[in-house]
């Protein structure tokens, strides 16, 4: 493929190709690949790994399957480049979130299933697995256009535990330091900030799990017997729990500067009404906090109440609870460190106890945020790819959440350039109940990864 293929021609391709790029994402999100045991047979995980390397050995990048020391497989697989040409590494992760309560499912969650605007349901749809068919896409054009051959180095690392945290990429990265060795990286794992918005995502917030406990009684007493007097662990968690907003709703964690908590997004900001309906804030509910959505979302730190360790009503006794806990996440924006604001949330969560209960905290090793670089080629050709498939110009965004690959990438190739784009957007309800995607953003993915891929090659 030359420059003298355009826009139009190469999304009238991928348009010809849509068809079997569908029924492919309808074969993969039938597996149910959930990294996870308890939720089913790890046998669909290997399936749909195997699926996967054999799509891609089809279009010309030879495929295996990898071990990895949390028992998932790794999707490798190596075109070498034409000389002088550059290599990309594409990614994307193959297993999926728990479909949680099937029953709140309109559809069942692991068969695709269209509906009447045209978006296809199915757990996996949009994170990850639409990624997959939109690297498959582009191969294919790419290869339907030009002599059969592909005009870079490709790699192809696809996970399989991505979802339950990435360690088993981890661990093996650490043992195969050279192997994903390449000039560019296409993340993708994240997406447009709206539906039909050309969007290259620039920062990704650190991520930490605590667990805090407050002990108070040896037991469980009478409520009537010694309510008032005794001390209740479970009103102490509450009380903890709510030191860590203010009335605006703004995360408070002492000791953590103003810089820092009520930081600024530059980019693309988020319509507060759209973010109302993105998150299904019910009539009459608050955003939380000051500033712009933008800046809550990629620009500040904040502290989630994940689960609580409690009596459930049904069932419950009139007794005041000698324990209780809850398990929180920390998500650190760029800029800070992230050591020293799970150290400051600590010591937070210690000073704000009352009446001298006992507190235990277990916290996680803290990930690093992310901060992609937008001064390099490869970063602007994609830019202008994105903005010629989706006809708009081309935004940049944060992500709320955490890619914790994208660090590791950095450290180990730091000459390299990361670039973190996708299907997914607000309406996808990724890691909920009905998830899904457009085929139109599968289609503008897979039309700008192929003009990129093709341009980075000349």
Same mark, same amino acid.
């Given at each position: 493929?030359?420059?003298?293929?355009?826009?139009?021609?190469?999304?009238?391709?991928?348009?010809?190709?849509?068809?079997?790029?569908?029924? #492919?994402?309808?074969?993969?999100?039938?597996?149910?690949?959930?990294?996870?045991?308890?939720?089913?047979?790890?046998?669909?995980? $290997?399936?749909? =790994?195997?699926?996967?390397?054999?799509?891609?050995?089809?279009?010309?990048?030879?495929?295996?399957?990898?071990?990895?020391?949390?028992?998932?497989?790794?999707?490798?697989?190596?075109?070498?480049?034409? +000389?002088?040409?550059?290599?990309?590494?594409?990614?994307?992760?193959?297993?999926?979130?728990?479909?949680?309560? $099937?029953?709140?499912?309109?559809?069942?969650?692991?068969?695709?299933? #269209?509906?009447?605007?045209?978006?296809?349901?199915?757990?996996?749809? =949009?994170?990850?697995?639409?990624?997959?068919?939109?690297?498959?896409?582009?191969?294919?054009?790419?290869?339907?256009?030009?002599?059969?051959?592909?005009?870079?180095?490709?790699?192809?690392?696809?996970?399989?535990?991505?979802?339950q945290g990435g360690a088993g990429l981890d661990a093996w990265l650490r043992e195969h330091p050279d192997d994903?060795?390449?000039?560019?990286?296409?993340?993708?794992?994240?997406?447009?900030?709206?539906?039909?918005?050309?969007?290259?995502?620039?920062?990704?917030?650190?991520?930490?799990?605590?667990?805090?406990?407050?002990?108070?009684?040896?037991?469980?007493?009478?409520?009537?017997?010694?309510?008032?007097?005794?001390?209740?662990?479970?009103?102490?968690?509450?009380?903890?729990?709510?030191?860590?907003?203010?009335?605006?709703?703004?995360?408070?964690?002492?000791?953590?500067?103003?810089?820092?908590?009520?930081?600024?997004?530059?980019?693309?900001?988020?319509?507060? /009404?759209?973010?109302?309906?993105?998150?299904?804030?019910?009539?009459?509910?608050?955003?939380?906090?000051?500033?712009?959505?933008?800046?809550?979302?990629?620009?500040?730190? =904040?502290?989630?109440?994940?689960?609580?360790?409690?009596?459930?009503?049904?069932?419950?006794?009139?007794?005041?609870?000698?324990? +209780?806990?809850?398990?929180?996440?920390?998500?650190?924006?760029?800029?800070?460190?992230?050591?020293?604001?799970? #150290?400051?949330?600590?010591?937070?969560?210690?000073?704000?106890?009352?009446?001298?209960?006992?507190?235990?905290?277990?916290?996680?090793?803290?990930?690093?945020?992310?901060?992609?670089?937008?001064?390099?080629?490869?970063?602007?050709?994609?830019?202008?790819?994105?903005?010629?498939?989706?006809?708009?110009?081309?935004?940049?965004?944060?992500?709320?959440?955490?890619?914790?690959?994208?660090?590791?990438?950095e450290a180990q190739y730091p000459a390299a350039e990361i670039l973190l784009l996708g299907v997914e957007e607000?309406?996808?309800?990724?890691? =909920?109940?009905? $998830?899904?995607?457009?085929?139109?953003?599968?289609?503008?993915?897979?039309?700008? /990864?192929?003009?990129?891929?093709?341009?980075?090659?000349?």
């Open positions: 493929m030359t420059h003298s293929h355009t826009p139009t021609t190469v999304a009238a391709a991928v348009d010809s190709l849509m068809p079997r790029a569908c029924e #492919e994402l309808r074969t993969l999100v039938h597996f149910r690949s959930v990294a996870d045991a308890r939720v089913a047979d790890p046998a669909e995980c $290997e399936n749909a =790994a195997q699926w996967v390397a054999d799509a891609f050995t089809a279009e010309g990048v030879p495929c295996r399957l990898a071990p990895t020391p949390d028992g998932s497989s790794l999707v490798l697989g190596h075109h070498p480049a034409p +000389a002088g040409r550059p290599t990309v590494l594409l990614y994307a992760h193959y297993d999926v979130q728990p479909p949680l309560d $099937e029953s709140q499912w309109r559809t069942p969650p692991f068969e695709l299933t #269209e509906g009447a605007d045209g978006r296809l349901f199915g757990r996996g749809a =949009a994170d990850s697995k639409g990624n997959i068919i939109a690297h498959l896409t582009a191969l294919r054009v790419l290869r339907q256009l030009g002599d059969g051959s592909l005009p870079v180095g490709i790699r192809v690392l696809i996970e399989g535990s991505e979802e994903l060795d390449s000039d560019v990286f296409l993340i993708q794992d994240a997406g447009n900030a709206a539906l039909g918005l050309p969007t290259l995502t620039t920062s990704l917030r650190g991520a930490s799990d605590l667990v805090v406990t407050v002990e108070a009684l040896t037991s469980q007493v009478h409520s009537g017997q010694f309510g008032g007097a005794a001390p209740d662990a479970l009103a102490a968690l509450i009380a903890i729990l709510a030191s860590l907003r203010d009335a605006n709703g703004d995360t408070v964690i002492d000791g953590v500067t103003e810089d820092v908590l009520h930081g600024t997004w530059p980019g693309v900001s988020y319509d507060v /009404e759209q973010f109302r309906t993105d998150a299904g804030i019910l009539d009459g509910v608050d955003v939380l906090g000051s500033g712009a959505v933008a800046d809550q979302l990629w620009a500040r730190p =904040a502290v989630t109440v994940l689960g609580i360790d409690a009596p459930p009503v049904v069932g419950s006794s009139a007794a005041i609870q000698p324990k +209780a806990a809850a398990r929180l996440n920390l998500r650190i924006p760029t800029g800070a460190d992230p050591n020293a604001l799970q #150290e400051a949330l600590i010591a937070h969560l210690r000073a704000h106890a009352p009446w001298g209960v006992h507190v235990q905290i277990d916290a996680s090793e803290p990930g690093w945020p992310f901060r992609a670089r937008t001064d390099g080629s490869a970063f602007g050709l994609l830019s202008t790819a994105l903005a010629e498939a989706f006809g708009r110009p081309t935004v940049t965004s944060g992500i709320g959440g955490s890619i914790p690959l994208c660090t590791t990438l607000p309406q996808c309800l990724i890691h =909920a109940p009905n $998830e899904s995607v457009a085929p139109s953003e599968i289609a503008g993915i897979a039309t700008a /990864e192929t003009l990129f891929l093709s341009r980075l090659g000349h």
